[in-house]
């Protein structure tokens, strides 16, 4: 059996380009580069938080202190690169940047959870002795008197003239201390 040398029609012409296209390398680049810039946006206490290598780190906290523009913009592309370079899971990195953007469902029906409790603490001396009962509160005699100062505070609202701003330094608090707690377990 004789081999014939294939022609250019015999090959299929997909076989050639086993890699990305170079307008889809760009778009990925600057997607990178994009997200590199959301990045530098972010405040140090969320980027600690995100899964990011040391100098991938390092590059953004840099951007984050270049005064000047071009040299900004230079970093936000060296950023992009490492990105690159680093095999960081941007899609990752996306997801957590548009949860703290938009807020996740979950944190918002655990905000309504602690706010509806708060509300019900104001108004029930039984709900206290049932919280008591089921979760662990480190300082218990912070907390009831912070939620007595709660309650002070509610009256005092209660009787404002209209037109006067009430007081939610202690309605506040009261919903911090809450949040402290491990509520979910």
Same mark, same amino acid.
């Given at each position: &059996? ?7 029609? /015999? ?10 296209? =170079?307008?889809?390398? @760009?778009?990925? &680049? ?6 590199? =810039? ?5 405040? !140090? ?8 290598? %040391? ?10 202190? *270049? ?6 913009? #230079?970093?936000?592309?060296? !950023?992009?690169?490492? &990105?690159?370079?680093? /095999?960081? /899971?941007?899609?990752?990195?996306? =997801?957590?940047?548009? *949860?703290?953007?938009?807020?996740? @469902?979950? %944190?918002?029906?655990?905000?309504? #959870? ?7 603490? +104001?108004? /029930? ?6 919280? +008591? ?12 008197? *912070? ?7 509610? =009256? ?8 006067? %701003? ?7 608090? +009261?919903?911090?201390?809450?949040? *402290? ?5």
């Amino acid at each position: &059996m004789t081999h014939t040398p294939e022609t250019p029609e /015999d090959v299929d012409a997909d076989s050639f380009y086993d890699r990305p296209s =170079k307008s889809q390398v @760009k778009r990925e &680049m600057l997607a990178l580069t994009e997200l590199g =810039k959301q990045l530098v946006g972010l405040p !140090v206490e969320r980027l600690r938080k995100l899964p990011l290598p %040391e100098p991938l780190y390092e590059a953004i906290r840099l951007a984050q202190r *270049t005064p000047s523009r071009e040299g900004r913009r #230079r970093q936000i592309h060296y !950023v992009g690169k490492l &990105m690159r370079n680093e /095999d960081v /899971d941007a899609d990752a990195l996306r =997801k957590q940047l548009d *949860t703290w953007e938009h807020g996740s @469902k979950e %944190e918002a029906r655990a905000q309504h #959870r602690l706010e509806a409790l708060r509300d019900l603490l +104001l108004h /029930d001396d039984d709900a206290l002795t049932e919280l +008591l009962a089921k979760h662990e509160v480190p300082d218990v005699q912070q907390f009831r008197a *912070t939620l007595r100062a709660a309650r002070k505070e509610m =009256k005092q609202n209660e009787s404002l003239p209209p037109g006067r %701003e009430p007081q939610r330094k202690h309605y506040r608090a +009261l919903f911090q201390a809450l949040k *402290t707690l491990n509520l979910d377990s």
